[in-house]
T-cell receptor
Framework: SQTIHQWPATLVQPVGSPLSLECTVE??????LYWYRQAAGRGLQLLFYSVGIGQISSEVPQNLSASRPQDRQFILSSKKLLLSDSGFYLCAWWSGGNSPLHFGNGTRLTVT | GESVGLHLPTLSVQEGDNSIINCAYS??????FIWYKQESGKGPQFIIDIRSNMDKRQGQRVTVLLNKTVKHLSLQIAATQPGDSAVYFCAERTPLVFGKGTRLSVIA
């Protein structure tokens, strides 16, 4: 069966520090991969998605970047965090067609 | 895409009663819809889906109804339990479009 792993679960970082959040998927090949951010009490905001290795599409211009160095690995990064980058970051994968998106358990990022 | 600027609507239900959570969509060409449940501190979890060639689909204690005429989707939870307390999202076919979510609180 397919599984998705995100880490770390929680992270507290000072303003100006770098960020690297990792997501890996097991049990499927060539999935579409997604990074979402969720502010407290709000809906899901799509940040990046990838349809293949090295292919990244950005939905919202911001202080973050994404990379997909391997088929089942998706990384969210920042060179210098801002206070506004605080939030709940979710990674998800999709096999395409009429099937649901599958989410990881998220990373709670607090920038201080 | 959906705006994320508004706070979530809420629904409070007595334990044992039925819950109905509603969702409106805008794209009349959408052919597949999904409901997710998100508990506090966790990622959204798939509950049930429905294709546009259906009006109704039932799962365990949950039923999804689709009204394509008015572009409306609903999730019905029978005999609501405290463990059903969560935020519920609807989503259209593309994984890029999510509803804002509804927070369901179950009163014991």
């Amino acid at each position: 069966s397919q599984t998705i792993h995100q880490w770390p679960a929680t992270l507290v970082q000072p303003v100006g520090s770098p960020l690297s959040l990792e997501c890996t998927v097991e049990g499927t090949s060539n999935p579409n991969l997604y990074w979402y951010r969720q502010a407290a009490g709000r809906g899901l905001q799509l940040l990046f998605y990838s349809v293949g290795i090295g292919q990244i599409s950005s939905e919202v211009p911001q202080n973050l970047s994404a990379s997909r160095p391997q088929d089942r690995q998706f990384i969210l990064s920042s060179k210098k965090l801002l206070l506004s980058d605080s939030g709940f970051y979710l990674c998800a994968w999709w096999s395409g067609g009429n099937s649901p998106l599958h989410f990881g358990n998220g990373t709670r990022l607090t920038v201080t | 895409g959906e705006s994320v600027g508004l706070h979530l609507p809420t629904l409070s239900v007595q334990e044992g009663d039925n819950s109905i959570i509603n969702c409106a969509y805008s794209n009349s060409a959408s052919d597949y819809f999904i409901w997710y449940k998100q508990e506090s501190g966790k990622g959204p979890q798939f509950i049930i889906d429905i294709r546009s060639n259906m009006d109704k689909r039932q799962g365990q204690r949950v039923t999804v109804l689709l009204n394509k005429t008015v572009k409306h989707l609903s999730l019905q939870i029978a005999a609501t339990q405290p463990g059903d307390s969560a935020v519920y999202f609807c989503a259209e076919r593309t994984p890029l479009v999510f509803g804002k979510g509804t927070r369901l609180s179950v009163i014991a």
